[in-house]
């Protein structure tokens, strides 16, 4: 009998600051977690990406110009 505890996996968005070239196309996309620096760069505010988002955290991510957003796969809490 196994008393282990499943690991929840959540989503979270992570940029490549070397890949990027600040099109901001991501921030158009998914303004609710990704919002431009002053130069143009993105910031992702570091939140989980909820069941709501899942769809436009991938295609920002797969909109990216340089490929440089990654939606991951981490382990949660329980």
Not at 13 to 31: M, S
Not at 40 to 66: F, M, S, W
């Amino acid at each position: 009998m196994s008393t282990r505890t499943p690991v929840r996996l959540r989503l979270r968005l992570r940029v490549d600051p070397v890949a990027c070239d600040g099109y901001g196309f991501c921030a158009e996309l998914l303004p609710e977690r990704i919002t431009l620096d002053e130069w143009g760069y993105p910031v992702i505010d570091g939140n989980p990406v909820g069941p709501e988002l899942v769809e436009l955290a991938t295609r920002a991510a797969a909109e990216c110009p340089r490929r440089a957003i990654h939606l991951e796969r981490v382990a949660g809490d329980r």
